[in-house]
């Protein structure tokens, strides 16, 4: 029975093709320009997150009590080095990395701006976070006196790669150093502070430019899967600031969330619209066979099979709709994925904002099942209207009426 | 054939209803959605202007690119003389830009110290506005220092307190002197308070050798829609192919470029909806035309032409959305005019976005007439081609077949 049913559904769901095909349609377009939306704004996000997390704090930093409060070099943490060496020992630590920050004056013959000098350890970073792949132009490379600068701080002293830059700032004596460096490389970080202000310099030269112990450092950041490490961490080391990154980075978090509510209230204002679609057709297409149905209750076809007929002819267009959306959205999410979305015609403004010029759209198997769901729900409910009318039904009256 | 469409209207109610609800919901999202999006960023403009860009500033060629002393403009009065006769300019300043450091007892800190006319400069920027303690300058406040709030606490210092300034002269020698703080700002804007202090201008230009120089040259006007004529007047009277004239659309380019890839982005998503809304109208005026397609061969068969049908397609969709829009316009309107002069307000937002030059918590609308028309248009439009498909179709029928069809 259920075969025959079946039958009657797929043939009666291409009985008006044009208007069958206009609902399909309709479906694709809108789950595929829906999944292409939600893919970009996914990618960004998570780019940004990831590229903040690579290129500075990680999963966990670990400050000096005061330092976030009056972000000094007296406020450093002394034992760096041997913090990181045990944190580098626990179990679910990926990557540790330590920074030496101070902050200072910037200047080239020309022109001067705010910077901060920022001691890393090249191999450390590469572990750490890929650093090689922030590198914008140059080469990673400290030989003589090198510096990798900021792609916004090389805009504002328009430094170019071989220029003098002269940094300026207080050491821990308190008194005020200068030290000449030459740029090797240009980095593009997406993280908006270290852009716009960071000059990497090898962590050994910062220390004795600031007059401090080489195993002194700012910041000790973790890569880590981890959730339960923050609180060990905090624990273990009281007398530090044990932080995760979304506590560092709130804008972050308020960012993730507002992408997921405004991805929901497109998903649901999309969905409620494609429910509308489905329901003028079904409902026009269950109408004009009201004589049909009025037949077959007449000859003794329980209303229960009636119902399945329609639920499935409404659960066929669906279906085929999704699969077509599908095959778009993906080829869409393809395209965004491998060749993104070029905006370096507005590459000043993206990379002032920390978003890179070419923007990458993520995939996921969430959108898809998310979104079956929903077109399979929105299908059976877009039916339940006309099937209350089929229900009131009195199969003479209706095959009086027709003829 | 506008009593037919009535008719045909009132007799297929749920088509109707459904077409209108969607027309209603679909231009109140367009016209809501793009006067938030417009007003968030004009106020983002022009909180940014008020602060201290200039409607016009001038400068001379290469300084903005190059910098350095060499491009300084030297001869400040005869440019000031020649502003004053131009029609729409409202007022001018000049000030001098440097950077230096900046050490107090116990930090030191880089700071961009500008030397400001006092008076003229508190009707160019809101820094006099911004006062929190303290006072602000006056031509004749000597050492005193302005300074930012942000840079007050890297500095840890306070009223009165003294401080080093170590930098270099328009004449590129050394240039050193103590100055005294005596009041403290904040515009809201995180980098900008951060960053800057600043000293009278007689003062500065005492110390730094910078008589009659200027940076640039600071250019309000009457009105900002007059910018770009008033720069040609500027450039013209000028005659100076070694000064440039920029009006705030260059001078801020990286902020009104981030406008525009916001405004893309919204009308992306924007479109998303109406592509959606405009196939579910289709598809309601396609269902509704294929159940008459025995009414139109009746049509034709007793003379009504295929023009006659466009007719009758177009007064049913014009009627349909003129309902929708006729009481989606006020409303919507109601709304954005209602914003426009009561923000919203989201606590924190300029806290959590200062990297972003955020420096109101307020996100208000733009009630703009030109705006909201063009969006009721855009509606309109979409509905109309919403009737092409089904015109298509019943063309496709001959006046026999279409009066044979069930």
Known sequence: MFRLILKMAWKNSFLRLSRTLLVIIMIAVSMSMMLALQGLYDGMAENMLDKNKRSDSGDITLYAKDYRLNPEIKNSILDAQSIKEDIAKMNGVK??????????????????????????????????????????????????????????????????????????????SGEINSIALRVRGIVQTTNIRLDNFAIYVPREKVSSFLALNSTTATQISISSDDETLQKTLQTKYSQLDVKSFFELQPMMQMMQDMMVIFNSITFFIVMLVVFIGILGVMYVSILD??????????????????RLQIILESLIIGFIGFVLGSIFGVLFLYYLGVYGLDLSEF????????????????????????????????SVLSVLLPLRKIKKLNPVEVIKAQI | MFSLALKNILFYKGRSITTVLLTFVSAMLFVVYVSMMDGSHKSMLENSLKIYTGAIEIYKKEYRDVGGNEYLIKDVEKITKKLELINGVKSYTTRYETYGLLSSKENSSASMIAGVEALKESEHSSIQKALVSGKYLSDLSGNCLYMGDGLVKKLKISLNDELAFVGAASDDSFAADIFKLCGIFKTGSFGFDSTSSFVS?????????????????????DNLEDVERIKADIQKALNDDTLEVLTWKTLMKTMVDAMEVDSIFGYISLALFLIVIFFVIMIYGFVNISSRIKEFGVLESIGLSNTNILKLLFYEIFILTSLA????????????????????????????????????????????????????GVIYLLNLISIIYPYLYIKSFSPIEASHHV
Not at chain 1, 101 to 126: H, P, W
Not at chain 1, 289 to 306: A, C, D, N, T, W
Not at chain 1, 367 to 378: D, E, K, P, R, S
Not at chain 2, 207 to 216: F, G, I, T, V
């Open chain 1, 347 to 378: 590459a000043d403004a993206m990379q002032s904002f920390g978003y890179e010029t070419i923007l990458y759209a993520t995939i996921k198997l969430s959108y898809f099942t998310n979104t079956f769901l929903a077109i399979m729900m929105a």
């Open chain 1, 289 to 306: 066979r009201v004589r049909e149905f009025g037949i077959m209750l007449g000859i003794g076809m329980r209303y229960k099979y009636i």
């Open chain 2, 325 to 376: 829009i006729l009481i989606a316009t006020p409303i919507a309107a109601s709304i954005t005019y209602y914003y426009t002069q009561n923000p919203i307000i989201i606590e924190g937002i300029s806290e959590m976005y200062k990297d972003y030059g955020i420096v109101s918590d307020e996100i208000p609308f733009d009630f703009n007439p030109f705006t909201i028309i063009w969006n009721i």
């Open chain 2, 201 to 221: 201008r007689d003062y500065f230009d005492a110390l730094m050798y910078a008589d009659n120089k200027a940076s640039y040259i600071n250019i309000k006007v």
């Open chain 1, 95 to 172: 990557a540790v990395m330590m920074r030496l920050n101070a902050d200072g004056l910037a200047s080239t013959a020309r022109k001067s701006s705010f910077a901060s000098i920022v001691g890393i350890d090249l191999a450390e970073e590469e572990k750490f976070g890929e650093f090689s792949e922030f590198l914008n132009s140059g080469a990673l490379n400290f030989s003589k006196r090198g510096a990798l600068v900021g792609i916004e701080l090389a805009k504002t002293l328009k430094l170019r790669i071989g220029s003098k830059v002269i940094f300026s700032t207080q050491d821990a």
